[in-house]
């Protein structure tokens, strides 16, 4: 599968997916449209300037609100915004991203950070967003809930309803993201899973220790599972020198332990994050990409890196609520 989506990423224009880009947020904090010229890190512009033509927007419900009714709101603002925007397309499909990606326009997929924001009886919602375009969903944030433990307060694993919930997600065709979640989720989780499972933004606890990096033993589960770990951007989980350089010491790591093909870039822009020094916002990829290969990152390794390793995760994804 991995060497058929290279193939297919040569005949076309490569793929720099990010999977975490929180810009649905600060539009409704801001009354931002999503191509303003300045206020946002991951902007159209900014993507656009940095190579990045397959972006995740995320819907994050904050702690202290109406969590299904925030989702939804954020949910249709970046819709319309999609809708607005010539250059700019919802896409449900890793073909239809590659499609969007060949006109030279930017592909959006739909993410849920937390399944707290989930209502009560969560089965026809989770189906309605994932009608509405929901590729992604992320089991915990900083709290856990009534589904899984959080790394934010220490929580424990699955419940029997995240249990359901995650059987549930697989087959809807749904990622699921182990990002915030506690060790003993992310295990419980990636265990013999029958598709990919991925941590859209988190990096290294062997490289920077703090509760929100994962293990080696986290790394290679999801590895295992043939998922992959984004790069996160924050200063505080990237650690070191909080530049670039530490950055790519997370991927050189996260490569070490799970193989070149775990690594995937997930910025965490707009979420409120301190960026490291020399990326302050998605027009500057380009130098990470640049420092990786002065470290002797294969073209190929790169090319997976930047969004080949993503698009076989999701396509393992689809194929098997296809099955």
């Not at 490569?14 to 649905?24: E, K, N, S």
């Not at 433990?149 to 182990?178: F, K, Y």
Request: hydrophobic residues 45%; proline residues 4%.
């Amino acid at each position: 599968m991995f060497v058929f989506l290279l193939i297919a990423a040569a005949l076309g224009v490569p793929i720099q997916a990010d999977l975490h880009l929180d810009t649905p947020t600060q539009l409704h904090r801001k009354g931002l449209a999503l191509d303003a010229p300045e206020g946002l890190e991951g902007g159209l512009a900014q993507l656009q300037a940095g190579g990045t033509n397959l972006a995740v927007q995320v819907l994050w419900p904050p702690r202290n609100a109406d969590w299904w009714a925030h989702t939804q709101l954020l949910l249709e603002k970046i819709t319309l915004e999609a809708l607005r925007l010539e250059s700019v397309e919802l896409a449900r499909t890793p073909g239809r991203a590659r499609v969007i990606a060949d006109q030279g326009r930017t592909a959006y997929l739909i993410a849920l950070e937390g399944a707290h924001g989930l209502p009560e009886d969560w089965r026809g919602p989770l189906a309605s967003l994932q009608a509405r375009g929901l590729a992604i969903l992320g089991l915990t944030w900083s709290m856990s809930n009534r589904f899984a433990g959080s790394s934010g307060d220490g929580g424990g694993g699955l419940t029997d309803e995240g249990r359901a919930l995650v059987a549930h997600a697989r087959d809807l065709g749904v990622l699921l993201d182990l990002s915030h979640a506690s060790r003993q989720t992310t295990l419980e989780v990636c265990k013999d899973s029958p598709v990919p499972v991925i941590a859209s933004h988190s990096n290294a606890y062997g490289v920077q220790a703090h509760k929100r990096n994962l293990t080696d033993e986290e790394i290679r589960c999801i590895a295992a599972t043939g998922g992959v770990i984004g790069l996160n951007f924050h200063a505080t989980f990237v650690g070191g020198a909080r530049d670039i350089a530490a950055v790519a010491d997370h991927a050189d790591y996260l490569a070490r332990v799970g193989g070149h093909e775990v690594v995937a870039l997930g910025s965490d822009f707009d979420g409120l994050i301190k960026t490291p020094q020399g990326l302050p916002d998605a027009s500057a990829i380009p130098a990470l990409w640049e420092e990786l290969a002065r470290r002797g990152w294969t073209a190929q390794q790169l090319q997976g890196v930047r969004g080949e390793n993503f698009m076989r995760a999701w396509t393992a994804a689809m194929l098997y609520t296809a099955r």
